[in-house]
């Protein structure tokens, strides 16, 4: 009975290796599940303990914001990483100033709403690439996901970057709501934002290089 029962066991292994292979071979990207808005989640949590004197719980949560979005970057293109990984450098100096009680809150805001506007471009990236493999319900989801990221980077930014979020917030809502772009006029359209996207974040880029 041994012999059996080894074999059965060996068959039950194999099964379950080659259905884990299965699920992960086949499981979607991050950018369109909910794990893509944990970022906004963390960094909103962050922003409320700091104002709330919970210092510690705040960094939790920035750490909490950082890990998630290197957790996304993992799986977005090159262009998209550079200008993300840029907004991350940002939040981890943020981090660093938090642990030595050298921090403004208004850095904090500053540095979320780069990170949020560089998920957005992320997003649409993604939807660029699932537009072209004509895969256009997860074009949708990933569609919906850059602007909810926008409208959370609303919630942190204030002046003259607000009215920029609210724009590309506009522009995005107007995208979505019309059902009746080809597919060429979808991609033209996005790729317009994506520009946009990128020049805002080059703009921030020099002016933190100025202040060097």
């Known amino acids: 009975m041994r012999a059996p029962s080894y074999v059965a066991i060996l068959l039950i292994s194999y099964a379950a290796l080659h259905l884990t292979s299965m699920v992960i071979n086949h499981s979607e990207p991050v950018t369109v599940t909910s794990d893509a808005i944990d970022p906004d989640l963390f960094?909103?949590?962050?922003?409320?303990?700091?104002n709330s004197a919970a210092h510690n719980r705040s960094m939790e949560q920035l750490l909490k914001a950082i890990k998630a979005i290197e957790k996304i970057e993992q799986e977005i293109d090159e262009?998209?990483?550079?200008?993300?990984?840029?907004?991350?450098?940002?939040?981890?100096?943020?981090y660093s100033e938090m642990r030595h009680d050298t921090f403004d809150i208004n850095k904090l805001n500053k540095a979320s709403v780069k990170a949020l506007n560089a998920l957005t471009y992320a997003e649409l990236k993604v939807t660029e690439h699932f537009v072209e493999s004509q895969d256009l319900n997860n074009a949708k989801i990933a569609l919906d996901y850059s602007m909810l990221h926008i409208k959370n980077a609303l919630r942190f930014s204030e002046g003259v970057t607000k009215e920029y979020e609210i724009k590309i917030y506009s522009e995005l809502d107007?995208?979505?709501?019309?059902?009746?772009l080809s597919d060429e006029e979808l991609?033209?359209?996005?790729?317009?934002?994506?520009?946009?996207?990128?020049?805002?974040?080059l703009y921030t880029e020099e002016n933190v290089e100025s202040h060097h």
């Open 43 to 50: 960094l909103k949590n962050s922003s409320k303990y700091y």
């Open 174 to 180: 107007s995208l979505i709501q019309n059902k009746h």
């Open 79 to 94: 262009d998209s990483r550079k200008i993300v990984d840029f907004a991350v450098t940002d939040l981890k100096e943020i």
């Open 187 to 201: 991609i033209a359209r996005i790729q317009q934002m994506l520009e946009e996207l990128d020049n805002e974040q």
